[in-house]
């Protein structure tokens, strides 16, 4: 009794413990726990498949239960980063294509930009280009009509050539013939006018008896060309007057002035002089002194009276060419800048080469056989080449004496030195 009585208190003590196990009551009848269990099975743990349903073998299942939740749970978490992780890559590569794309976007933008100046600056240009090529239709128009205006007067030019060219002149049809015909009657008579100027211009250093031969034998319907000048004072005590004129280049002393009445003509005939009029002096650049030669008491040379020659023209400046070596005071050496010096201050220009237009050429020679001709050679090609023009072109070559004379000087004065040289005077 003793035995089965331990025994029983035993198994009352692991029944207790089992209850506290699984949760139980000690009052709670084993039905109840049996209905209990079943409820669970039945319930919340419907998915166990076991063929035995306890404690231990639902503890069993829940074990391998949750160790399969959480390899599910584990798997589910590292698909969930890869997720995560493609989702970064997708993001990052879809930042990367959005920057490529912004790039692109602005690259497309620059070329615009710089498409856009290229056709500004094409536009620009193109209207620039039509501007001038506007100016330059509107100035071929202009000229188009400046040349139809100039057919039209070289047309009308033929009144004006000789009777033997006029027909010629009708025969031809292109303006360029007509001209042509034109420039020959005009070189024609500017070697007259050259010819006559070239003995005008020798009667310079000629007497005054010739001078007054010549201008009296002037046709009395003949009427000058202008006044050269005006007479500003007169001095009858002295026989001398004052002039003025526009330019005293080109005259020396010794020249004929012819005296007209003042009136409202500036162009009266040749044969109506009143007076004649020798220079003697140049007082300024447009100021002459010169003595009376002849005059009327009827009819006197007044203040104001206008005065004249064909032997000058005012301002003008012949142009002369000196070749060969130049002595003008029989000492060694060369006194070509003096001779330079005494032409201009006489009004003419020293030119290099000979022109149609040359008044004349001055031949000096050349040098003394005892100075030899060392260093002279191409002062001798350049005066045999002058003399040469100045044969074609029919103009005066004169010697150093006859222009000295010409300038109213001479070697003597030269000589003794009464003259400024050309350096002293610069």
Same mark, same amino acid.
Request: charged residues 30%.
């Given at each position: 009794?003793?035995?089965?009585?331990?025994? +029983?208190?035993?198994?009352?003590?692991?029944?207790?413990?089992?209850?506290? /196990?699984?949760?139980? &009551?000690?009052?709670?009848?084993?039905?109840?726990?049996?209905?209990?269990?079943?409820?669970?099975? #039945?319930?919340?743990?419907?998915? /166990?498949?076991?063929?035995?349903?306890?404690?231990?073998?639902?503890?069993?299942?829940?074990?391998?239960?949750?160790?399969?939740?959480?390899?599910?749970?584990?798997?589910?978490?590292?698909?969930?980063?890869?997720?995560?992780?493609?989702?970064?890559?997708?993001?990052?590569?879809?930042?990367?294509?959005?920057d490529e794309s912004e790039k692109r976007v602005q690259q497309i933008r620059d070329e615009q930009?710089?498409?856009?100046?290229?056709?500004?600056?094409?536009?620009?240009?193109?209207?620039?280009?039509?501007?001038? +090529?506007?100016?330059?239709?509107?100035?071929?128009?202009?000229?188009?009509?400046?040349?139809? +205006?100039?057919? #039209?007067?070289?047309?009308?030019?033929?009144?004006?050539?000789?009777?033997?060219?006029?027909?010629?002149?009708?025969?031809?049809e292109t303006a360029e013939d007509r001209l042509d015909l034109i420039y020959a009657e005009l070189?024609?008579?500017?070697?007259?006018?050259?010819?006559?100027?070239?003995?005008?211009?020798?009667?310079?250093?000629? =007497?005054?008896?010739?001078?007054?031969?010549?201008?009296?034998?002037?046709?009395?319907?003949?009427?000058?060309?202008?006044?050269?000048?005006?007479?500003? *004072?007169? =001095?009858?005590?002295?026989?001398?007057?004052?002039?003025?004129?526009? *330019?005293?280049? !080109?005259?020396?002393?010794?020249?004929?002035?012819?005296?007209?009445?003042?009136?409202?003509?500036?162009?009266?005939?040749?044969? =109506?002089?009143?007076?004649?009029?020798?220079?003697?002096?140049?007082?300024?650049?447009?100021?002459?002194? !010169?003595?009376?030669?002849?005059?009327? &008491?009827?009819?006197?040379?007044?203040? !104001?009276?206008?005065?004249?020659?064909?032997?000058?023209?005012?301002?003008?400046?012949?142009?002369?060419?000196?070749?060969?070596?130049?002595?003008?005071?029989?000492?060694?050496?060369?006194?070509? =800048?003096?001779?330079?010096?005494?032409?201009?201050?006489?009004?003419?220009?020293?030119?290099?080469?000979?022109?149609?237009?040359?008044?004349?050429?001055?031949?000096? %020679?050349?040098?003394?056989?005892?100075? %030899?001709?060392? %260093?002279? #050679?191409?002062?001798?090609?350049?005066?045999?080449?002058? +003399?040469?023009?100045?044969?074609?072109?029919?103009?005066?070559?004169?010697?150093?004496?006859?222009?000295?004379?010409?300038?109213?000087?001479?070697?003597? #004065?030269?000589?003794?030195?009464?003259?400024?040289?050309?350096?002293?005077?610069?």
């Open positions: 009794m003793a035995d089965k009585q331990e025994e +029983l208190l035993a198994s009352r003590a692991e029944n207790e413990e089992l209850r506290k /196990f699984i949760g139980s &009551t000690n009052d709670e009848p084993l039905g109840d726990i049996e209905t209990n269990l079943n409820n669970l099975f #039945a319930t919340d743990f419907a998915g /166990f498949r076991g063929d035995t349903r306890s404690y231990g073998q639902l503890v069993a299942w829940l074990r391998n239960e949750f160790r399969r939740k959480d390899g599910e749970v584990k798997t589910s978490d590292d698909k969930s980063k890869q997720a995560s992780k493609d989702a970064d890559d997708a993001r990052s590569q879809a930042t990367a294509a959005k930009e710089k498409s856009k100046q290229a056709f500004d600056e094409q536009w620009k240009n193109h209207e620039q280009k039509q501007t001038e +090529l506007l100016q330059a239709k509107s100035a071929a128009e202009t000229r188009a009509d400046r040349l139809g +205006l100039l057919v #039209a007067e070289i047309a009308n030019g033929g009144q004006y050539l000789a009777a033997n060219r006029q027909k010629d002149f009708k025969a031809k070189r024609d008579r500017a070697k007259v006018i050259d010819e006559q100027n070239r003995i005008l211009a020798s009667l310079r250093v000629a =007497d005054r008896g010739l001078q007054e031969q010549v201008l009296a034998a002037t046709p009395k319907d003949d009427r000058i060309d202008g006044f050269d000048g005006r007479v500003l *004072s007169v =001095d009858e005590r002295e026989r001398s007057v004052l002039m003025s004129c526009a *330019s005293s280049r !080109g005259i020396r002393p010794g020249m004929i002035l012819h005296v007209f009445t003042a009136d409202d003509n500036d162009r009266p005939q040749a044969g =109506d002089r009143k007076g004649v009029v020798e220079v003697t002096s140049i007082e300024g650049p447009s100021l002459l002194r !010169g003595t009376i030669r002849r005059d009327s &008491t009827r009819s006197p040379i007044l203040v !104001g009276d206008g005065v004249a020659t064909s032997l000058w023209a005012a301002g003008t400046a012949p142009e002369v060419v000196i070749v060969g070596y130049v002595n003008l005071d029989d000492e060694r050496g060369d006194d070509r =800048d003096r001779l330079v010096d005494l032409v201009q201050r006489a009004g003419g220009r020293v030119v290099e080469a000979v022109t149609p237009m040359t008044a004349m050429v001055v031949d000096a %020679g050349k040098p003394p056989a005892e100075l %030899g001709e060392e %260093g002279f #050679a191409e002062e001798a090609r350049r005066q045999n080449r002058s +003399l040469g023009t100045a044969k074609q072109y029919g103009v005066r070559v004169v010697g150093i004496d006859s222009l000295l004379d010409m300038l109213g000087l001479s070697r003597a #004065a030269l000589t003794a030195d009464r003259l400024p040289r050309a350096a002293a005077a610069r």
